[in-house]
């Protein structure tokens, strides 16, 4: 808790706070992640600035009370720009003691704990694998531990309403919602609003959830008056003024493609196959079939790509959405787009890898993948999105590119910002400049590999049109004909060709700008994708502490921005940070020979602010 | 009735390409060609509206003959971008040419879920039972003990029968041609695209060079009445140079038979009448072999339902009546607050 301003002589003063990180954390079938983002949505309701951090196992439904069901939801939240979910939880709400074991380990020193003891049975504390009872020994001694039984009071709670055990105790996180609410003064309403539409047709679930709400709230109120809890205040973040909403970056990154296909005046459709983290794009797209849009759930990931393929053959804007095992099986098909010059949008939630890796934690491994990974010279280009917001730009950007260029573009997002929330001031769609596509018609002189003399786009001729009849495929085509070519020298200009016009494509994207500092000075931060946030607050930080060290954050990854080159040789050192084992680290290395700094890390977990903290005082220790 | 004055007016040579056609000299392929060609212009297909999609293989260098829009995709992907095709504008006439290879080996899965999709496409698999462009390995269709340059002491692998296979998978338009048999396949092929879902026509195709006479035990000409059989939807089973042999159902062991007219008691009442709607009996034709039974050829079976794209496009018709597109509202949906 950063900001802490009030005296603790009283019961019921309330304490402000700048910023607050809570971390709640149970079994899979607490319901943690339905109790986090209902309290997202609470909060973001109150005005704060907010971030948040869905930590779930890959398991569906592990077995109960194990380390490994272990589930959890972190939010940052305050009157301050957050930027990410926090580096250490200030609260640590836990359920049962597995949770705990997981979870204590990150919890701030001196930090709160408030746990269900109802849940901390011998059988339970066996399941997680503890030989004593912590809430009996010592080692919880520098916490402020809040214990109650909340295990009992729900089910005293919910009585009334008839429930079975099993139903009763599925209230338990409400409860826990309900004392937390009341923490922090967010309002109960908008949760006794989705609880009603939630369970719409079960009114006694319903009931007895809002009771459980009601009486966590309740109880919070009684303890007060007995000095064992306290409120805290938090003032509104003072934002731009406009209408606001939450938004994961999977949801930002679904309606950003479709803006862009609405712009280009094209039907979306999207091949898809189901993989963690990517399915929600499928799932959102899915569900908005009055905009034209058309989801085929494929047979699997090959079949998925290929079908946007000749979605875009056809005329249509082609999409596909996976992570990088399914990328990996799409890469076949990637460069026969590449070769047709079709225009194509492919986006990788990364999650972290080899092979199945850990397929609910997040990575930033798929680069090289993304920028190297297919046979023969192949480029296309590559774009990454910095935060759960930002897909919404980025995927209009890419539509943008993809049919102005003809070619595939990537995405990169990742599991972070695909699951964590953000606000997000809503932009007015009619504030965006549409850029319908102009299909090919004349027949004079036509043949399918006709170029833009100035984009070095190839001619988007569709299967309908008159005169227009031809064939493509993946055999090398005639440079002046389109035909079938096993020509050698044709096959070198028809190679330089397709790298020229993705290089040229630097041309007509903006500037890399400083996202905070000056350019040029003692050291940069570069990042890419998900660790904006943390790069974002450790710069400040660091300025603030009178550091000279700047954030540069790429969103275009291929090609690289035309002054990226002089912007990093302006500094005297350069650290990138990445969640890989130094891939955009690598690429800069080789395009720039430029002695680059690496910070990474590959665990799973997003960074710390405090990790780019120390790395830049390392690094600005060694230059002074 | 303009129209059907067009559609006479067409030619099989309207649907040639200027380009170099590049399979051996004397491959089946090259008949195929022909028939097809004939079959666009017997049923009046429009080059513009008309799309060739294909996989690797020597079949699958078909779409460069033919002046229509063509796609020369990845091996064995074929169907994935047939369907991507017909879901962007159902409109388009799609043919699908594959091989044994591509279409049962490496791009087997898509096959299955295309014909069970039921996307409205004309699918043409050349049987050549051997992999041509790759130099004559065996294929998932090669005869046992096959010596092919892969497998020198003869093929282990157990064949795949690709009609079986289809109608395994749901298809409901199976059927199967020769390729020099260029009187048949235009018609078989002008019912393929007539019917509307995914229609399977396996074409046994010579190939000169790796596999050359693989099928002459039922395509020569000579004997060809005895080994073949030409099913039609309604009309007994007949075959036979005197048209006396048939095939008779024995419930008893649930098989079919060769009898002859005139032998044993058989008359043309104990003769089984084609129903191209029976899946079961389109299983027991698809499955009888030489030399002990004549082949099948013709529509084996046919039994349309609504195709993939149809349905799609029937919700997409449903969701955009029930609700207006309207982009500002979908980012304003769920919970939004305003910062003065």
């Not at chain 1, 607050?20 to 109150?46: C, H, I, K, N, P």
Request: glycine share 10%.
């Amino acid at each position: 808790m950063s900001g802490q301003t009030s005296q603790e002589t009283n019961c019921n003063e309330v304490t402000s706070l700048d910023s607050v990180v809570v971390r709640f954390a149970g079994d899979s079938g607490d319901g943690m992640q339905l109790t986090g983002s209902q309290f997202s949505v609470a909060t973001a309701l109150e005005g704060s600035d907010l971030s948040t951090f869905p930590d779930f196992p890959a398991e569906i439904r592990a077995p109960v009370g194990t380390t490994f069901g272990v589930s959890a939801f972190q939010i940052n939240f305050g009157s301050v720009e957050v930027s990410t979910a926090g580096d250490e939880p200030d609260v640590l709400v836990i359920m049962n003691p597995a949770a705990l074991k997981v979870n204590l380990a990150n919890l701030r020193n001196g930090g709160m704990i408030i746990l269900d003891e109802g849940a901390f049975s011998a059988k339970n504390l066996k399941k997680a694998g503890y030989e004593s009872n912590p809430l009996e020994d010592d080692s919880l001694s520098h916490y402020d531990v809040k214990r109650m039984d909340i295990t009992k009071m729900t089910v005293e709670a919910v009585k009334e309403y008839g429930l079975g055990k099993k139903d009763s105790l599925r209230c338990k996180n409400m409860w826990t919602l309900g004392l937390l609410l009341w923490m922090f003064g967010r309002k109960r309403q908008p949760i006794i609003d989705s609880l009603e539409q939630k369970f719409a047709k079960k009114p006694d679930i319903a009931q007895a959830n809002i009771a459980a709400l009601n009486a966590g709230h309740a109880f919070g109120e009684t303890a007060e008056m007995s000095c064992n809890l306290r409120r805290y205040h938090i003032d509104k973040y003072k934002e731009e003024p406009g209408t606001y909403r939450t938004v994961n970056g999977n949801q930002s990154l679904s309606w950003g493609i479709l803006a862009g296909s609405q712009l280009a005046d094209l039907q979306l459709i999207l091949g898809s196959y189901p993989i963690t983290p990517a399915s929600p794009l499928l799932h959102t797209l899915a569900g908005l079939k009055e905009f034209g849009v058309i989801t085929f759930q494929a047979e699997d990931e090959i079949a998925a790509i290929c079908g946007a393929i000749g979605a875009s053959f056809a005329g249509c804007l082609g999409m596909t959405t996976s992570s990088g095992p399914g990328i990996a099986l799409k890469t076949e098909a990637i460069g026969l787009a590449i070769s047709t010059e079709l225009p194509l949008i492919i986006v990788d939630i990364q999650r972290a890898g080899p092979s199945t890796g850990l397929p609910t934690k997040t990575e930033q491994s798929d680069l090289y993948q993304a920028v190297w990974g297919r046979n023969g010279d192949a480029p296309i280009v590559v774009l990454s999105v910095s935060n759960s917001t930002d897909g919404f730009e980025v995927g209009i950007e890419a539509v943008r590119i993809a049919t102005k260029y003809m070619t595939p573009v990537m995405i990169l997002s990742d599991g972070y910002i695909a699951n964590a929330s953000e606000p997000w001031k809503i932009p007015d769609f009619n504030d965006y400049e549409p850029f319908p596509v102009k299909f090919h018609t004349e027949t004079e002189g036509f043949q399918p590999f006709l170029r833009d003399p100035e984009t070095l786009a190839r001619v988007w001729a569709k299967p309908g049109t008159p005169g227009l009849m031809h064939r493509i495929g993946g055999i090398e085509k005639d440079y002046n004909s389109g035909h079938i070519s096993y020509d050698a020298d044709n096959h070198q200009k028809m190679t330089d060709v397709r790298k020229a016009k993705i290089d040229n494509i630097a041309n007509d994207m903006p500037l890399q700008d400083v996202s905070q500092g000056t350019e040029g000075g003692k050291l940069a931060v570069v990042g890419w994708g998900s660790t904006y946030g943390a790069i974002h607050q450790a710069v400040k930080r660091a300025r603030k502490d009178g550091l000279d060290v700047a954030h540069v954050h790429l969103r275009h990854i291929w090609p690289l921005p035309r002054n990226l080159n002089d912007l990093l040789k302006s500094y005297d050192k350069v650290i990138v940070a990445e969640m890989n084992s130094g891939q955009l680290n690598t690429l800069l290395r080789s395009q720039y020979l430029l002695d680059t700094h690496l910070l990474s890390k590959v665990s799973g977990q997003p960074f710390k602010i405090s990790e780019i903290t120390e790395a830049i005082a390392e690094n600005l220790g060694e230059s002074a | 009735m303009n129209k059907l004055s067009e559609i006479t007016k067409a030619s099989p040579k309207d649907f040639e390409t200027d380009q170099e056609v590049r399979w051996c000299p004397g491959c089946g392929d090259y008949a195929i060609l022909k028939g097809v060609q004939m079959a666009l212009a017997n049923t009046g297909s429009k080059p513009e509206n008309t799309v060739f999609v294909s996989g690797i293989g020597c079949s699958s260098r078909f779409p460069y003959y033919i002046s229509t829009y063509g796609f020369h995709t990845i091996h064995g992907r074929a169907p994935g971008f047939a369907t991507g095709i017909k879901l962007a504008n159902p409109d388009l006439e799609v043919w699908l040419v594959t091989g044994d290879g591509d279409g049962l080996s490496i791009g087997g899965n898509h096959m299955l879920h295309v014909l069970r999709r039921n996307v409205n496409i004309q699918i043409m698999l050349f049987n050549n039972e051997i992999y041509g462009l790759t130099k004559g390995q065996y294929s998932p269709t090669s005869q046992p003990g096959l010596k092919t340059p892969s497998t020198p002491m003869g093929s282990v692998d157990a064949p795949l029968s690709p009609c079986v296979f289809a109608l395994g998978a749901g298809a409901r338009f199976v059927a199967r041609g020769i390729d020099t048999s260029l009187k048949e396949l235009p018609q078989t092929l002008a019912r393929a695209k007539e019917h509307k879902g995914a229609s399977f026509v396996e074409i046994f195709q010579n190939c000169i060079v790796y596999n050359d006479g693989v099928f002459d035990e039922f395509t020569t000409k000579k004997t060809a009445k005895d080994t073949q059989i030409h099913v039609k939807h309604g009309e007994k089973m007949l075959f036979g140079k005197d048209v006396l042999k048939g095939l008779h159902f024995n419930a008893d062991k649930m098989v079919l038979e060769v009898v002859t007219i005139g032998e044993d008691g058989i008359t043309e009442d104990d003769i089984l009448v084609h129903d191209e709607t029976n899946r079961h009996m389109a299983f027991m034709l698809c499955e009888l072999e030489a030399p002990d039974f004549p082949v099948v050829c013709g529509i084996i079976y046919c039994n349309p339902a609504e195709s993939y794209e149809q349905l799609v496009h029937y919700q997409l018709e449903q969701a955009k009546q029930a609700k207006k597109a309207d982009f500002n509202a979908l980012l304003r949906s769920g919970r939004t607050w305003v910062v003065e």
